[in-house]
């Protein structure tokens, strides 16, 4: 399912309009994002949980020429599935 998928599915649901239910799930999509993007953790209880996930800088090589290259530490956003998730997809 990609987004506008979700928008229609929402519109048909709901009885917004497209442009309604498009408005919807944009703010779900911020919301979710600038949390993240604050360090917060966003937890969808049954479905899943986002949070932000902190690596080390480590020494890395660069596979053209083999030189070693320092990789600076970096945060990436994560994905955890839900008990309730993985049960109903795992029936």
């Keep these: 399912m990609n987004k506008l998928e979700l928008i229609s599915a929402l519109k048909q649901k709901s009885g917004l309009t ?13 919301s979710l994002t600038n949390a993240l993007a604050r360090g917060e953790r966003v937890e969808i209880r049954g479905l899943c949980s986002f949070f932000i996930k902190e690596y080390e800088s480590y020494t890395g090589r660069n596979p053209k020429t083999g030189d070693k ?19 109903r997809v795992d029936f």
């Design 69 to 87: 290259v320092t990789i600076p530490p970096k945060k990436l956003p994560f994905f955890k599935c839900g008990k309730e998730l993985k049960e």
């Design 18 to 30: 497209k442009a309604e239910a498009a408005e919807v799930v944009q703010i779900f999509f911020d």
